[in-house]
């Protein structure tokens, strides 16, 4: 049985292990390292089956607009892909976002994945951003959120990653 909680010190070397088996190189795990040291992370998740990590997910906070969460990275583990650990990180996570009053998430990534968690990809939303537009998909929590027209600022570790 999955439980999810948030990442506590300790979980940091199984969490990279994990971040960078998922992903066959190092540019998420030094992503979420560097969104660390800034003070950049609003919530980290871990999916832990049998006493082990087997899933991460990791919210920062934008620097503009202020209050908007960006999900990424999101992993978990080769061996327990496609049982449903990833979408319950995801929408725990969201669940959190709404609960800590952030006024939205923003994603990039997979219209076809992120659209059963309630993002919308080609909105209403007019969202600026360093990375493609057909991929970057919002989740408004906030009701004015929905039609906004803002360029979106990502942690500066975004960048040196």
Request: proline share 7%.
């Amino acid at each position: 049985m999955l439980q999810i909680r948030r990442v506590r010190p300790e979980d940091r070397t199984e969490i990279s292990v994990l971040v960078v088996s998922t992903f066959g190189q190092n540019n998420e795990h030094r992503l979420i390292e560097a969104l660390r040291d800034a003070g950049a992370v609003a919530l980290e998740l871990v999916g832990i089956m049998d006493g082990r990590i087997v899933g991460h997910v990791c919210f920062s906070q934008l620097d503009v607009p202020t209050g908007w969460w960006a999900l990424a990275p999101v992993s978990v583990s080769s061996a327990h892909q496609n049982q449903g650990i990833g979408s319950e990180l995801v929408r725990y996570g969201l669940d959190e976002a709404r609960q800590s009053r952030a006024a939205a998430v923003v994603v990039v990534g997979n219209p076809l994945y992120y659209r059963r968690f309630g993002f919308v990809f080609g909105g209403p939303a007019q969202l600026a951003s360093p990375y493609p537009e057909q991929y970057t998909g919002l989740y408004p929590i906030d009701p004015a959120t929905a039609s906004a027209s803002v360029a979106l600022r990502y942690p500066r570790p975004f960048e040196e990653v």
